[in-house]
């Protein structure tokens, strides 16, 4: 057989179709290898990051989650207290609860382009304005008294003519309803006026008999709430909180502790809880007039066994004269101090330098809370007393502190009051009693130092056991994280809630 040869590089037939039709489709450019790196990198980092994002909603998620249970895993083991009388003063109102943008609009105000310095008196919307904003941009709580009459009403009309309904107030009332619904038997040191006695649950008792008074003779306490990141013109909230105005005519004379003073011997209580006395504060009194206001106080606290418990809550003061005065009367007599993170620094402030803290930073380090506590407390004791201080609870927006000497009678581990305190916050601001761990975060990191002096302990929260305790000199020290709301119900009342609720069940 005849066989045909061909040169090696001589193609054959199929060899030049093949050729053909590979010239006839377009060559594909292949990618650079800078570009296809840029590309793969991007990718990653893209992926990575999502990845990480939900990595790390995931385990904030799981932490709230694991912090609510334990929490709430303790406080199925916290008794409810038994057969405990509690007197509550001093005083009381009806407050309207109205969105602070609205009620500015309503008075016609248009926001300024700086903040003002604070006054001291409220004389003018001017002065409302100013003072409204600087809480506002701090994110800040304040309860102050109108002094003008005229500005007064012309604030009264305008919030109640945005229609909000009339509630009963005041620190002593919401401190009252909520002991009375944990269980405790309480006497509340108000007027017994038909208008409040209509409003008060049955089963808080008042002194005396009702009577009935004119319609508009009431004291009333007007709330402006913001949220937090809400915009007033330029002007933003770093914290959801309130702004009060009042005119009190009733409360600064004391009217409910005179009131009560007579009942108190057959009463008999376990723990007298004195709040509202900031309603004397920048009130327009004679000398005279307002040391009979401070010598009434003084004789009602001299009058009790030496075996009543005495607390004394803080609030807002402007006045360091006023303040000065009445935590030389009210502090020798008391077992127990409450306040949150802004009247602590005021409080301390006041003691070791006769000044007070006008504004204070709402987001003060556990460890300087600690530090301003320890030297209060220390400062306190080696002044002149009638009986030692026992008790401080510190109530801020992350965390429930409370100080308990360790060697005492009357007082229970502050554990119970940081967890019920805490769990009370959450629920009475989220106005929801089973907590909605989507509407809930945790703003405490995952460990806090004890004192800001270098190498101090650092303590850390356990997710499933988040309360600490450990002794410091003679007090033990509790803290518990707080639980906070995303979607804010409603602010005031809240602190009155959970003072109320933590000292119930701090009680042996």
């Known amino acids: 057989m005849a066989v045909t040869r061909r040169k090696l590089h001589e193609p054959s037939?199929?060899?030049?179709?093949?050729?053909?039709?590979?010239?006839?489709?377009?060559?594909?450019?292949?990618?650079?290898?800078?570009?296809?790196?840029?590309?793969?990198f991007f990718f990653s980092l893209s992926a990575f990051i999502i990845m990480f994002l939900l990595y790390t909603t995931y385990q904030r998620h799981w932490r709230v989650n694991t912090i609510k249970s334990g929490l709430v895993n303790i406080e199925k083991d916290i008794a409810l207290p038994q057969n405990k009388r509690i007197l509550v003063g001093v005083g009381g109102c009806l407050d309207v609860f109205v969105r602070a943008a609205d009620l500015l609009d309503a008075l016609s105000i248009t926001p300024p382009d700086t903040i003002g310095d604070p006054p001291q008196y409220l004389n003018s919307l001017e002065d409302v304005v100013n003072e409204f904003l600087t809480f506002f941009v701090e994110g800040a709580a304040a309860e102050r008294f109108v002094q003008s009459e005229e500005l007064w009403l012309k604030i009264r009309e305008a919030a109640l003519g945005l229609g909000p309904e009339l509630k009963l107030g005041g620190n002593g009332p919401v401190i009252a309803k909520r002991m009375v619904e944990e269980g405790a038997e309480v006497l509340l040191a108000i007027q017994n006026e038909k208008i409040y006695r209509d409003r008060i649950s049955e089963e808080i008792k008042l002194p005396g008999e009702t009577v009935d008074t004119e319609q508009d003779d009431y004291d009333l306490h007007i709330i402006l709430e913001f949220d937090k990141g809400e915009k007033w013109g330029p002007y933003t909230a770093t914290r959801g909180n309130r702004y009060i105005v009042h005119r009190d005519r009733h409360n600064p004379q004391l009217k409910g502790l005179a009131a009560v003073r007579s009942a108190v011997k057959e009463f008999n209580p376990h723990l007298v809880v004195l709040g509202g006395l900031q309603m004397l504060d920048t009130y327009p009194f004679t000398e005279d007039e307002l040391n009979a206001r401070l010598k009434e106080i003084d004789d009602f606290l001299s009058e009790l066994p030496s075996e009543t418990l005495v607390h004394f809550e803080m609030a807002s003061f402007v006045n360091p004269n006023f303040l000065k005065r009445l935590t030389d009367v009210i502090l020798p007599y008391s077992d127990s101090i409450g306040m949150n993170e802004q009247e602590l620094p005021n409080l301390s402030s006041l003691i070791r330098t006769g000044n007070i803290v006008y504004i204070s930073d709402s987001k003060i380090k556990v460890s300087k809370t600690m530090d301003d506590t320890r030297e209060l407390l220390a400062i306190l004791n080696e002044l002149p007393r009638h009986k030692p201080l026992t008790r401080v609870h510190i109530h801020t927006l992350a965390y429930q502190a409370v100080f308990t000497l360790r060697d005492n009678k009357k007082w229970m581990s502050g554990i119970t009051t940081a967890v019920k305190s805490s769990l009370t916050a959450t629920r009475y601001v989220c106005g929801d009693e089973s907590i909605d761990s989507s509407k809930i975060k945790m703003i405490l990191d995952e460990s806090f130092s004890s004192s800001a002096i270098p190498g101090s302990q650092r303590i850390p929260i356990i997710d499933s056991t988040p309360v600490s305790c450990w002794p410091d000199g003679p007090y033990e020290?509790?803290?518990?994280?707080?639980?906070?709301?995303?979607?804010?119900?409603?602010?005031?009342?809240?602190g009155d809630n959970l003072t109320g609720v933590g000292l119930l069940y701090h009680l042996k």
């Open 477 to 494: 020290i509790c803290l518990a994280p707080v639980l906070v709301c995303t979607q804010i119900k409603q602010t005031g009342g809240g």
């Open 13 to 40: 037939t199929s060899d030049q179709g093949s050729a053909a039709s590979s010239e006839e489709v377009p060559k594909i450019k292949p990618i650079p290898t800078k570009r296809k790196i840029s590309a793969l």
